[in-house]
């Protein structure tokens, strides 16, 4: 909850995104160069992103949300009413709205329109921009969700409290289990994860942007007392536990500032008192060049506060533009801090996330450096910023601190990491004596939690002998049907609690690379799989399929429902996936000939191919991209990674690797079976968990989505700016639909600049 709500401009649930180009006078929807529109073209076909390459960000182009974005409201929106894809109008032309700008407008644009009769407030407004985004997704098809299931939580009756304060997609175990005892005589619990341990505690999204599952649970489970909290319900609210009174003014600018007083009595686990300035850490670091350093990416903490892009050049000392204070965040008394909101970030639809800040003890971002404000704003004291030769003496210590997992550094949290285990991939965690509570003033009952891997086909062989008393997730239905027959056979040992998942299994993609950067291709694949038939299948009954990154059961889907949200399910058919190939230019052999079996191949001219169409194979090397004359013909094989021990790779193997269908479109799979950290370096194509090679290879991946922040927020994840997008983009694609090609005499404007879901090992 800590990282979401310090950097919430992010969106806390990763997915994907799209990418684009421009081709001659014209890019792939009608853009003229000179930020003119026409009539919308098919997006089968096109490769996007080549031509932005050859041009300049805030240069040659910007986003159209940047362009036109905060002049627009709801009401200046056409649906077209068979397609689902929105348009505005702009000084005489005509442009069709894309991923950047719908996410953006979703949480930026909710203004309520004057005189409306349709929106009568802002969650109307948001739930509008919500169903035309899950329109164009669903055009897209960025990633394909195939199950969507029913989860059971499976537990020792000796853990109590658990069916009065259970687990839901917005509260899980790390959270709920604050309201639980245990009758064991250790009072402890043991919590198994299929997801492994990878020791990432400190802050587990930190070099990446879909940590792992485990590590975020230890890294809840030992952070806390924010001043913003996820409530059990999902939504937003101030901690009254630690605040004691918040102020929130709207200033004549269009800023907006919080002022926030904490309690005087919280603590460290070690006893030592926290004061304001540690809950000005976080945001501070990871604003600076220093952890951008650290993590390889800049993880932009105070994007949304002013004065952020002068204080986010400051490396130590006086350069133009650069500023040691950043402005917006104040440093005001022992317990009294402010944050002021730039204009252009407001107004939000989820404006309280911009409050929440959580302590950080200092010296282990910072070493020996303070929070120190002189009048002019928060900063840090010049030895953050001290060098070795090139390098930052504090770029080390950050990325050693992400992986800290003994008692170096206090815990804010309710339980503190005792130990931790790189061979088991298991960590002991006991009671915090110091924490004041939850949002609701509540502390452990509990003493100890274990946390460790599990096999999912031995889960319950471990809850039989005693070495769990918690499994969470439990889906699929013989998984299902053998939990359910355990606590059947065994009444009053175990017990249950069920819930509709908040997300979905999927196949991912890294759609900058290969074939499945092209969406006619992930179009063709969902056709090939009979996707309600591999759901009832995987779940047992337990579950269905979903058509876009949404829960059936949150309010903004129902409300889109209402507004009359449509969306295609692909349904199975061959035909359908040989024709949008065709349509999209597969439609050739390897020797550039037309193409009459085997394996389709795609011809990329010279101009447009890049060193990865260039050099793109399969796995086993039997088809590679081939050039005759200047041109090359990419062929259609896709390289799967899989998650080893898994049904849902196991399951795969058949519903889509030896699928009929994929080899009778002239499609073909490989595939390597791994472990999930390793598959998540190849999908950075970056040595995140220090697995990547250096060469891609694959551009498939199987693992989950959730949809359990409080906040559904994509803004960013489909941004076109570049850093923006190396940053923050969870499949690598961008929307050509979000691409403003400049006039000369529009040239020079400056860009907004931030961006996440928790990936699973499924």
């Not at 050859?54 to 240069?59: C, F, L, M, S």
């Not at 005189?115 to 394909?144: F, G, H």
């Not at 295609?568 to 439609?587: H, N, P």
């Not at 969870?730 to 400049?742: E, F, G, H, Q, T």
Request: charge should be negative; hydrophobic fraction near 35%; charged fraction near 25%.
């Amino acid at each position: 909850m800590k990282r979401l709500l310090a950097i919430l401009l992010v969106a806390v649930m990763a997915l994907s995104l799209f990418a684009c180009g421009k081709t001659g006078d014209n890019d792939e929807t009608g853009n003229k160069d000179n930020g003119n529109a026409s009539e919308t073209v098919s997006l089968a076909g096109k490769k996007y992103g080549v031509e932005l390459e050859d041009g300049k960000y805030d240069g040659d182009y910007i986003s159209l949300y940047q362009k036109y974005g905060k002049d627009v409201t709801i009401a200046d929106v056409t649906e077209d009413p068979e397609t689902g894809l929105a348009y505005i109008e702009k000084d005489g032309t005509k442009y069709e709205l894309g991923m950047d700008f719908l996410s953006r407008a979703m949480v930026y644009n909710c203004t309520v329109p004057a005189d409306s009769d349709k929106y009568q407030t802002a969650d109307d407004v948001y739930a509008m921009w919500w169903k035309l985004y899950i329109q164009r997704w669903n055009s897209l098809l960025p990633e394909i969700p195939l199950y969507s299931n029913e989860y059971y939580d499976l537990f020792n009756a000796q853990i109590e409290g658990v069916k009065d304060h259970p687990t839901n997609p917005y509260w899980d175990v790390t959270s709920a289990l604050i309201d639980w005892t245990s009758a064991k005589e250790d009072k402890s619990i043991i919590i198994g994860n299929t997801t492994e341990l990878s020791g990432k505690f400190r802050y587990a999204t930190f070099g990446g942007t879909n940590p792992g599952a485990a590590d975020l649970d230890v890294e809840e489970l030992s952070t806390g007392l924010g001043t913003v909290v996820t409530t059990k319900d999902g939504g937003y609210a101030w901690n009254d536990t630690v605040v004691k009174s918040h102020e929130a003014v709207e200033n004549e600018d269009g800023t907006k500032t919080y002022t926030i007083e904490i309690y005087d009595d919280l603590k460290y686990s070690d006893g030592t008192a926290i004061t304001a300035k540690d809950y000005l850490v976080h945001t501070l670091v990871f604003s600076t060049p220093v952890a951008a350093s650290a993590a390889q990416k800049d993880h932009q903490s105070g994007l949304a506060i002013v004065g952020f892009d002068s204080f986010n050049k400051y490396a130590g000392e006086a350069a133009e533009g650069a500023t040691k204070e950043l402005s917006g965040l104040r440093l005001l008394d022992t317990y009294k801090f402010s944050v002021t909101i730039s204009a252009d970030f407001l107004p939000y639809f989820y404006d309280i996330s911009y409050a929440g800040f959580a302590p950080e003890w200092a010296a282990m971002w910072m070493g020996d450096a303070e929070v120190k404000d002189d009048g002019n704003g928060a900063y840090l004291t010049d030895s953050f910023y001290a060098k070795d030769g090139d390098a930052y003496v504090n770029a080390k210590l950050i990325e050693e601190t992400s992986r800290n997992t003994d008692t170096t550094y206090p815990y804010t949290g309710a339980y503190v990491v005792e130990s931790y285990d790189k061979g088991d991939k298991s960590a002991v965690l006991v009671k915090n004596p110091y924490f004041k509570g939850n949002y609701e003033g509540t502390v452990p009952a509990i003493e100890k939690v274990v946390y460790k891997l599990i096999i999912s086909s031995t889960q319950l062989q471990d809850l039989e002998a005693g070495n769990l008393d918690f499994i969470a997730g439990i889906t699929g239905g013989t998984e299902t049907d053998e939990a359910l027959t355990l606590v059947k056979n065994n009444e009053g040992k175990y017990d249950t609690i069920n819930y509709s998942r908040a997300g979905y299994g999927k196949l991912g993609f890294r759609a900058d690379y290969g074939p499945v950067q092209f969406t006619e291709v992930r179009q063709a694949i969902a056709y090939c799989m009979d996707r309600a038939e591999f759901a009832k299948t995987f779940t047992g009954g337990y579950g269905g399929v979903v058509d876009g990154p949404y829960y059936k059961e949150s309010w903004m889907y129902k409300k889109a429902k209402e507004f009359g949200m449509t969306l295609d399910a692909y349904a199975t058919s061959a035909d359908s996936a040989k024709e949008v190939l065709i349509a999209g230019g597969w439609v050739y052999n390897a020797e550039g000939g037309e193409y009459k079996d085997g394996v389709r191949y795609k011809k990329i001219p010279a101009a447009e191919a890049t060193e990865n169409d260039i050099n793109y194979k399969s796995k086993d090397g039997a088809y590679k991209t081939t050039k005759v004359g200047d041109d090359y013909y990419m062929p259609l094989v896709l390289n799967w990674f899989g998650t080893s021990d898994n049904p849902f790779t196991d399951q795969l193997v058949t519903g889509f690797m030896e699928n009929d269908n994929i080899e009778a479109i002239g499609m073909k799979v490989w595939n390597n079976i791994g472990d999930f950290n390793p598959m998540l370096d190849e999908l950075y194509q970056a040595q995140i968990y220090g697995f990547y090679s250096g060469s891609p290879m694959y551009s498939v991946f199987n693992f989950a989505t959730g949809f359990t922040s409080a906040a559904y927020d994509y803004a960013y994840n489909w941004s076109i700016e570049p850093t923006e997008f190396d940053n923050y983009s969870a499949c690598y694609l961008k929307d050509m639909a979000d691409v403003y090609w400049l006039a000369d005499s529009e040239k020079g404007v400056a860009p907004e600049t931030e961006a996440t879901a928790t990936e699973t090992a499924e």
